[in-house]
């Protein structure tokens, strides 16, 4: 992975790097090896000096926000004002149940992601926080120091739940990520958030929207790219390539030639 984020940082065609934020695997193996992805990213953050980076996305319920809030504007000042603070309402059963971290009903999680929202932009914006919700309490909570990106770093949203999650993002994101899909999939989840952007009053040219992109069974970076052009057709500002394993540098030059003529 150092290797990985090393070499791309020196290629000005990839914007931003990506971490997960979970203890198991979520593909193959899910008893297998997994790094902790905050303190993987800190080091990354480290071994580089350009690209944005964030973790797609930190389940809200792993940590208490007001800890959250910390490590985040920690690591923008770590990254020199690089930090993308991805957030999600959770849903890993398996490695929640495992360590007795409760993950509540889909209401419940919904319920609790709006809350920690509010929670994280009161302690990354403002001197003092206070907050009274059902999950989450607040007196007079300071975060100091604060990161250089202002009001905040730019709050990234992963999901595409219609009636919550888009909403959710409508009001407190400045970057959703679509998990992937064909653009038709794509375009009837964009017209939900456009329609609760409506409903908040917001602008949703307000929003970057990234969404993943993964490579074909072939392995050829050629299809990742006209995978991409696809959904930039229909409003997809950044795609996040999920690199194949194992992670070697070996495939980022290709990859670079093959999204070239997209720029």
Same mark, same amino acid.
């Given at each position: 992975?150092l ?19 979970h ?10 090896p997994?790094l ?5 990213l ?16 930190t ?25 993308e603070?991805?957030i ?11 360590y007795?971290?409760?993950? !509540?009903? *889909?209401?419940?999680?919904?319920? /609790? ?5 509010? @929670?994280? %932009?009161? $302690?990354?914006?403002d001197?003092?926080t ?19 990106q ?19 993002v ?32 917001r ?5 970057l ?9 072939? !392995?050829? *970076?050629?299809?990742?790219?006209? /995978? ?5 057709? @229909?409003? %997809?500002? $950044? ?8 992670h070697t540098?070996?495939?980022?030059e ?10």
């Amino acid at each position: 992975m150092l290797a990985v984020w090393k070499a791309a940082d020196d290629i000005d065609i990839f914007e931003s790097g990506w971490t997960f934020d979970h203890f198991y695997p979520i593909v193959g193996d899910t008893d297998g090896p997994c790094l902790e992805g905050w303190l993987t990213l800190t080091a990354l953050a480290q071994a580089t000096t350009r690209v944005r980076l964030g973790n797609l996305v930190t389940g809200i319920h792993y940590r208490h926000p007001a800890v959250l809030a910390n490590m985040a504007s920690t690591l923008d000042i770590i990254s020199g004002g690089r930090l993308e603070l991805g957030i999600g309402a959770g849903w890993n059963e398996q490695e929640s149940g495992a360590y007795g971290i409760e993950l !509540g009903t *889909p209401r419940e999680r919904s319920d /609790r992601f709006e809350e920690a929202c509010e @929670v994280l %932009v009161g $302690l990354l914006r403002d001197e003092t926080t206070d907050f009274h919700g059902t999950f989450y309490q607040l007196t007079g909570a300071r975060n100091e120091p604060k990161g250089p990106q202002r009001p905040h770093p730019p709050i990234v949203i992963g999901g595409s739940g219609e009636k919550r999650t888009l909403r959710t993002v409508a009001r407190f994101a400045q970057h959703w990520n679509f998990l992937g899909g064909s653009p038709e999939e794509f375009s009837h989840k964009r017209d939900v958030l456009y329609a609760h952007c409506e409903a908040v009053g917001r602008d949703p040219k307000e929003i970057l929207i990234s969404s993943h992109v993964r490579f074909g069974p072939d !392995g050829d *970076p050629s299809g990742v790219a006209e /995978r991409a052009a696809a959904l930039e057709a @229909v409003g %997809v500002d $950044l795609a996040i390539v999920v690199l194949p394993t194992p992670h070697t540098p070996a495939i980022l030059e290709p990859l670079a030639a093959a999204f070239e003529p997209l720029r």
